[in-house]
């Protein structure tokens, strides 16, 4: 049976119980969170929670969609109209690895490596609709500019989106991962960045 869609409240009482889950998830990880944890800092009750995700397997998979999904729009719905390759790019790229090193993405990628083996259905499905999304779209971009004879003629190959999005996160969200301390400021990352779009503009 299809699903109706939620209400404006019903939508607001799925995302309360999607950001309780979420500190709860983080803080005593999948096998230390209970129900009744996110049930008291959200409000609400038993049966709504299974309502609306099912069982704590279903609000899990629910909390790594709700972020993956938060981060893919935010870089999607930046607007690079108007903008020369070098100003896109460079946006687009920032956005994306400052997305990447953000504490709270840091600690949900933590989560999902870990319990990826569990859910491997879910791996895929966010692999798919972040990752793989993202480079696909990059991938039309860059067509776009090569269209527009703002990208060296032998580009883009079927490889340089991909190429691209590699050199531009570098290390950093390894580093960020394990080594927190090491990972550059900010400016040197931008600077990283600048570098990347440089070196593919001027790759004649």
Do not use: W
């Amino acid at each position: 049976m299809q699903q109706q869609p939620l209400s404006q409240r019903g939508q607001k009482r799925r995302e309360a119980i999607l950001e309780a889950a979420t500190d709860a998830f983080l803080q005593h990880g999948y096998e230390g969170t209970t129900l009744d944890m996110i049930i008291t800092q959200a409000g609400g009750s038993r049966r709504s929670l299974y309502d609306y995700f099912g069982d704590k397997q279903g609000l899990f998979g629910a909390v790594i969609r709700y972020h993956a999904d938060k981060l893919v729009e935010e870089i999607r719905s930046i607007d690079v109209t108007g903008m020369s390759a070098r100003e896109g790019l460079t946006m687009l790229a920032n956005n994306f690895v400052f997305a990447l090193l953000e504490p709270l993405n840091l600690e949900l990628y933590r989560l999902l490596i870990t319990q990826a083996p569990t859910f491997p259905d879910l791996g895929r499905t966010v692999y798919q609709a972040g990752p793989e999304l993202l480079l696909s779209e990059l991938e039309q971009y860059l067509k776009h500019l090569q269209r527009e004879g703002q990208l060296p003629a032998k580009l883009p190959t079927p490889h340089t989106a991909r190429q691209f999005l590699g050199m531009v996160k570098a290390e950093f969200q390894l580093c960020a991962l394990l080594a927190p301390e090491q990972l550059p400021p900010k400016s040197a990352i931008s600077a990283h960045v600048q570098d990347c779009v440089t070196f593919l503009l001027d790759n004649r």
